[in-house]
């Protein structure tokens, strides 16, 4: 099946720094990479997303990075704020099955 | 309205009760979602319904019974459980269930089983 590894497992930055979390995907059909953030004891919630055939797509301080040839996304928050504290999760979609595979999640911490 | 609702918010059950779990939302979503998460852990998919049909099932344990009398409800009826079935169970849904969808999760159900 479709596997998802997600670096890293934790990230601690400042209030104002740039955070970067890396997930890279096996299955070369993937054409679909959603982001969630989950903030404590409530639910996921999509921040951004990304099909194939776009390299990269920016949301105000969120941005999603695909290369597709080396089968890696990332995401990237920038002048972070105390509220962007949450764990994150990449997926992506197995395309037979038309269900996402989750990432093992990022746990973000910004320091006020 | 753009809720996924979810009842009960938590839940207490031994293993030889039988309880269900109920979704509902209404978006006009024809496709449904069980995810199990635990503590510290990505959702695992448990099943997909799609036009009220079910098109995934996880190898899911039979203890674990899924239903979706319409398009707005989803039900998963619980029985015998184990006490590692211990999980938050989320429910989600998205617009057709044909890929490159957002999910819009419910904010689930806590379980606890002793």
């Known amino acids: 099946g479709e596997n998802v590894e997600q670096h890293p497992s934790t990230l601690s930055v400042q209030e104002g720094d740039s955070a970067v979390i890396k997930c890279t995907y096996s299955d070369s059909a993937s054409n679909y990479f959603p982001w969630y953030k989950q903030e404590l004891g409530k639910r996921p919630q999509l921040i951004i997303d990304i099909r194939s055939n776009v390299g990269e797509k920016k949301d105000q301080r969120i941005a999603v990075t695909l290369n597709k040839t080396a089968k890696h996304f990332s995401l990237h928050i920038t002048e972070t704020q105390p509220e962007d504290s949450a764990v994150y999760f990449c997926a992506d979609e197995d395309t037979g099955r038309r269900a996402l595979t989750f990432g093992s999640g990022t746990r973000l911490q910004v320091q006020p | 309205d753009t809720e996924v609702t979810q009842t009960p918010k938590h839940l207490v059950m031994g293993m030889t009760n039988k309880k269900s779990l109920k979704c509902e939302q209404h978006m006009g979503h024809r496709a449904m979602y069980w995810y199990k998460q635990k503590a510290k852990k990505p959702p695992e998919l448990m099943f997909v319904y799609s036009y009220e049909k079910l098109s995934i099932n996880e190898s899911v344990p039979s203890r674990f019974s899924p239903e979706c009398p319409n398009s707005s409800l989803l039900n998963l009826h619980l029985h015998a459980l184990q006490p590692e079935d211990s999980a938050l169970y989320l429910c989600?849904?998205?617009?057709?269930?044909?890929?490159?969808?957002?999910?819009?999760f419910g904010s689930g159900t806590q379980l606890s089983v002793l």
């Open positions: 989600a849904s998205s617009q057709a269930g044909t890929g490159n969808e957002k999910l819009f």
